[in-house]
């Protein structure tokens, strides 16, 4: 853990560090559940007495992949084809969410709503208009290097801040706008379903395709036959296994990274609301903490030793 009296440089390289650290763990997961995915299927398929070989045939993995690939261009637009490649990434380097950001988050909330507290909300005013020439914010990388988070942050603060919105009109706008970012998080996840559901679908054109070349070479020899019949149910495998083995279980780990995203930020809006409801900022990030799940949850000591560290940065 950094010392209060660290540098701001000494934070955010203990911060990347850790973010390496749960990246890496994140891949070793995708990578291990992988390897487990095509090993059991291989050792049953070896150990029944099928031979490896007869399932090499790229020509349907072409089929079915290329297929779907071109289902999926049709079906989305340019934004959402784009989200979704993030959203693969992201998968493999795990969610930014975790504690070491939900730290961050409540230090810089701590030293933002305290400035208002205590100077008044005027003060915010140029921390709010511009977060990356803020104080406050650049010692927080992990919040200010995402703009998402921070742009938030802002916008929550700027209508309090302009007597545009008064604290019971707030709650509204910014479950509007979780509620926006929770739709465009669910595009990309109904594309890339629905693309695993057509993945069978896929193989069994694939298969169907081999039939007719098979109907073709009907009067060959029965070897002959039987190579072209295996080939033709390669595809219906090979299907079934890219929905269920591989793209099916990405949906569902965009769907958890999608949530934990959303958790996130009510969060943000939790402590905002409180201290606009005239919460003192201790009280109101403690309300806001109470929220958070229990793997990225800081206990009340690190919370306090929180408080500490950003009252004396």
Known sequence: MPRADDGP?????????????????????????????????????????????????????????????????????K?????????????????????????????????????????????????????HESKIFEKYPRISGNHHVSDFICGALSPVIEGTAKPEQLAGLLETEIRVISDEHHAPLNALQKTADGLPGFGIVAAVLGIVITMGAIDGPVEEIGYKVGAALVGTFLGILLSYGFVGPIVGRMETLGEEELAFFRTTAAAILGFVNDLPPKVAIEQARRGVASQCRPTRAELDEMFKEAEAS
């Open 79 to 131: 934004k959402i084809m784009i989200d979704l490649v993030k959203g693969v990434i992201g998968t493999i380097k795990g969610s930014p969410f975790n504690k070491v950001t939900y730290s961050e988050l409540f230090k810089c909330l701590y030293e933002l709503l305290r400035v208002g507290r205590r100077d008044g909300l005027m003060a915010l005013e140029s921390h709010v208009s511009n977060p």
């Open 9 to 77: 440089s000494e934070r955010t390289r203990c911060s990347f560090a850790l973010a390496r650290g749960h990246s890496h763990r994140h891949l070793m997961n995708v990578i291990a559940g992988s390897i487990m995915v095509v090993a059991c299927v291989l050792i049953g398929y070896i150990g029944s007495g099928g031979e490896v070989g007869a399932l090499i045939h790229p020509f349907e993995l072409v089929t079915i992949g290329g297929s779907a690939l071109g289902a999926l261009i049709i079906m989305t637009s």
